[in-house]
């Protein structure tokens, strides 16, 4: 049998199966998309999918984290 038969013609998701929901932006930490995209997903059309997929490089640039520990986290060096 054929692998063609299985083939779709549609964008796939972009979901990469970490479903971690970040409470302040309300977007997936593993795909970037929101409740809603994620949801609705199944039914938006090509046009619709593509303008999510075109979103998701510049929310991973925002919700990349944040370095907390270091010299910075500490405060000034040679304070305690």
């Given amino acids: 049998m054929s692998e063609d038969v299985w083939r779709r013609n549609e964008i796939e998701s972009p979901c ?3 479903c971690v929901i970040d409470e302040e932006s309300r977007l997936c930490l593993g795909c970037y998309r929101s409740l809603d995209e994620i949801a609705g997903w199944s039914g938006l059309s090509a046009e ?29 060096a040679g304070e305690s």
């Fill in 48 to 76: 619709a999918r593509r303008a999510v997929m075109a979103e998701l490089p510049a929310r991973a640039e925002r919700m990349k984290p944040r370095r907390r520990g270091g010299r910075k986290g500490r405060g000034a």
């Fill in 16 to 18: 990469v199966k970490i």
